[in-house]
């Protein structure tokens, strides 16, 4: 029924001349696809979305929807937002508050009774049936994301972009919401461009998480690859806290406190940063049969230049319960007298004492080796 | 990456103008011709008037334009900081009632506070009468008593009357400071009044300023007080220089000085209000810790606050309404409906006309408007900062222009003459009124817009609505109230306004001002009593506006999240 998509070619943007908010960014939205644009807030999502829905005039660049140009810098094309086919939700849902929420759902439609038909039924199905003819203001949070998002729907754009949609509404509700959003946008078929700044949401949403910081797109990728093979440390370092080891390429390898991993394509020599998730180390007690599984890297004593080491065991400093995992911080003795302090994050409930000795071992898919800046 | 002339640079400085930029354009240019003009004129070659006047009164007129100021700042400051501190953050009997009737006093234009107290304080007045009677005293030999008609006299008058702009200003400063500050004063060891001096005030320090310099503004605005009590201001200058000596060039050297006075005053307000973001402690509301007066402090406060209401508002009212009653049957035969419709007619009309164009130049400016329109809007926001007499200066230069144009066009073309078309005119007047006011009902309909978010834009235009779709389907309807209050606070203050008026109006036309001012001025107060008293009332609706503002901002109302300065102050002009 649709084709095309959307798509972003090479996007620049300033407000202030001389401070680019967005540098030639690029994204293709597929029709039925869901494309999570990541980033931390200042990065040029939220400016992404109003050039792509024209309430920002292009500057540098060229959007298309489908194979229409609507809007292009060089030849000065602007088509306006009304007449784009593209719906937009706002972080505030932005509902008319003069208007009932059936006004409100039935705003874009001027000349389509089906539609209206179409309005009532999903309005039904959401169970906002009763709440019809009365004003936004009385609907909670979530009632008042689902009417935006039907409101963005109605008029059937090809389009569909989604500015941080869930971020008003508190951690119990967001779950489900986002669940029946998702349903709905994959029902429609309609190419989605959403913003967030929760990479658990991403995950949870994305087809394609487009990682954006500083006005670029720094890696598009499933999430899956998003999460296990982040491009930069920047990247790794947006899913939560790390883990942040020091070191330098020697044939291939690095050597930390931590065990050796590997760095094959980078040259001898070359400093580096090693990021560990605190979910990808595993720690046990000594002697315990660790939960080693084929490739981990076992905490032994790094060989440091090379002199023999005495191994200094290990030790918790403190360890915390968080329901369905243990937050443990431990002290890793460098091998040169002094120690590095790392946290770790265990399933259920392992609660060292501070003291205590523990043995670690890390899971190098969660362990990500990047050049030092 | 962004050198000169690069895509990205050359893409950012393009600006394409349509309907509506040139719409606002044009309309903020109209209103901003007269001050242009002043400018223009003061600065073309004139007949050695100007030499004449800077060796004659000018000087005069600085001195006691200058002492005018000081004294009318230095006296609102000290009733409306005052009053506002003690009604916000004390309780005492009536305290309640005091958060509104502060502001009464804005009913009543200075000039016809300026004819009442005369009339009750001259020798001839009810209280001199009164004193002689009591002590015997025979004739002005026998005691002392300060002379009314003077520069303190109209300092004390207009002090009563502005005082309320740094009141509201004030209180809405001291409630939006967080509870936290002067708690945390008070738990490092200062008590409230240490907390007051070393907390609240510098705080508040840029609202009040604001507050101060609005006053001032108005000050410079009046001139049926100074003119009446012959003190030599500037605003009585300009008249004189154009009547009395006949010389427009000279008046608008004249008011082009007035207008230094007059831009001091627009920068210390910009750069007040400037400070005052910077001065927000917080956004949330808990109940203000209040303190309680009991015996002769709570009997102090009452005084501090009745006294400038009865002075300002409840002796004028009281005493017009006497008069009114005694003499209603002969205003009523006269020419008061006369006067009435007129005055009714040209504020409903500018109030009109003033919302449609603030509406457009509100509009035109949140669409995006580029640099000059918002220069544009800006120099049109500041007219209500001109005195009425320099814009009737410069309501009239460019009109006689056209006029002589437009004559010497009809006498070339067609043979005949055609005289003056503009000059003199209602459109001349109503000219005047929309280059003054028009910054109320734009301030107003800004702030009304301002309250909408942006996102509301952007929805419907994403939905298929034009930017004329936009503003009919989602603006007008929310904007309702903005522009019901915008269009009361520019009738009010036509109904009242006297010095542009005067100068403009059409031979033997009367408003209700101008005829209050004549009679009262002939020391016929009782016969124009009536119509002062209906200007007082007209007055009063603003302030009910207010009033209800400022209830609903009452810390733990629930109401609204920002107090007062939600209602464009500039509004209330007395």
Redesign the interface.
Known sequence: MMIGGLHLNNVSHAYVAGDPVLNGVSVFVAPGELVCLLGPSGCGKTTLLRVAAGLEVLQVGQVRVGEQVVAEGRHGIHVPPERRGIGLMFQDYALFPHLTVMENITFGLNHAPGRRKWAAEALARMGLEAYAGVYPHILSGGEQQRVALLRALAPEPQVMLLDEPFSGLDVTRRASIRAETLGLLKETGVATLMVTHDPEEAMFMADRILVMNDGRVIQDGTPVDTYFQPATAFVAALFGPVNRLQGVVRSGHVATPLGVFDAPKLADGTAVEILIRPEGLRVAWPGEAPEVRAGDVPCKPAPVSGGAVTRAPIRAVSARPLGRSSHVVLRVPDGDGRALTIEARVPGVFLPKPGDEVQVTVNPRQAHVFPAK | ??SEGS???R????H?PDGWTCAALIVAALVAIPVIAVVALAFSPDDGIWAHLSTTVLPLYIRETFLLMVGVGIGTFVIGTGTAWLVTMCRFPGSRVFEWAMLLPLAVPTYVLAFVVTDQLEYAGTLQVWLREIFGWKDRQDYWFPEIRSLGGAIAVMTLVLYPYVYLLGRAAFLEQSVCVLEVSRTLGKDPWQGFASVAMPLARPAIVVGVALALMETLNDFGTVQFFAVPTFTAGIYDVWLNMNSIAGAAQMASVLLLFVIVLLAVERVARRGQRYHHTSSKYSSLPTYPLHGVRAALAVLACLLPVALGFLLPAGVLANYALAHYARTLSGDFWTYAANSLMLSSLTALVAVVIGLSMAYGLRLGAGPVVKAATRVASTGYAVPGAVLAIGVIIPMAAVDNALDALTRNVLGISIGLVMSGTLFAIVYGYLARFTALSFGTLEAGLAKI?P??D?????????PMRVLR??HL??LRGSAMTAALLVFVDCMKELPMTIILRPFNFETLATHVYQFASDELLEESALGALTIVATGILPVILLSVAIARSRPGRGGARRPVEEISLEGVAP
């Open positions: 990456m962004m895509p990205l640079r893409a950012f400085t393009r394409i978010t996102s509301m952007g929805a419907a235009r994403t939905l298929g609505c034009g389907r989602v309807p929310m």
